[in-house]
T-cell receptor, first 110, second 114 residues
């Protein structure tokens, strides 16, 4: 059972524009949500997170939005840069039990 | 800090053979996780340990898979016997339990079973 879903396997964006990556979850008990970024031949690296008591968290070019009623979160990257090209994983956790989505491959074209 | 260390980085083996993947977590971290990444299912949590004790192994696909953490600085994931469908990238990650979710991943082991 996929408790965390990323329905878009890929996304292509022009450099300088906004990238929006989406994620849905099914378990209302999740209390912490994260985005990880993965380059080829490397492990995922933590990018940004949000607690379930918030609806927005911003870190530089990256903003995560959480809509608990819709069980939906999104990652906005503004402006997108070619170096942002990677696979982005959405994750949701209850304490240490973390579940990942299947990932979205973002390509930022120069 | 060297980060999470995994070995080997690549493993090619024949069906039926035993495979052992190794992980050294970040010093001081008290939680360790094993994940498997496939094209079809993305990143799946296989098992995680807190303070060397297995907490949840419900993600371990079959009895052919086993994991141990004999001490705070070492863990193994063993597959015996291996099958072609086990081919995937296996990641180890570690964290401090007081920081929910922020796990640090190793570079992964790419396993190919022929």
């Amino acid at each position: 059972d996929q408790q965390v879903k990323q329905n878009s396997p890929s996304l292509s964006v022009q450099e300088g524009r906004i990238s929006i990556l989406n994620c849905d979850y099914t378990n209302s008990m999740f209390d912490y949500f994260l985005w990880y970024k993965k380059y080829p031949a490397e492990g995922p690296t933590f990018l940004i997170s949000i607690s379930s008591i918030k609806d927005k968290n911003e870190d530089g070019r990256f903003t995560v939005f959480l809509n608990k009623s819709a069980k939906h979160l999104s990652l906005h990257i503004v402006p997108s840069q070619p170096g942002d090209s990677a696979v982005y994983f959405c994750a949701a956790s209850i304490i240490n039990d973390m579940r990942f989505g299947a990932g979205t491959r973002l390509t930022v074209k120069p | 800090d060297a980060g999470v260390i995994q070995s080997p980085r690549h493993e090619v083996t024949e069906m039926g053979q035993e495979v052992t993947l190794r992980c050294k977590p970040i010093s001081g971290h008290n939680s360790l996780f094993w994940y498997r990444q496939t094209m079809m299912r993305g990143l799946e949590l296989l098992i995680y340990f807190n303070n060397n004790v297995p907490i949840d192994d419900s993600g371990m696909p079959e009895d052919r898979f086993s994991a141990k953490m004999p001490n705070a600085s070492f863990s193994t994931l063993k597959i015996q016997p291996s099958e072609p469908r086990d081919s995937a990238v296996y990641f180890c990650a570690s964290s401090l339990v007081r920081l929910p979710g922020e796990q640090y991943f190793g570079p992964g082991t790419r396993l190919t079973v022929t």
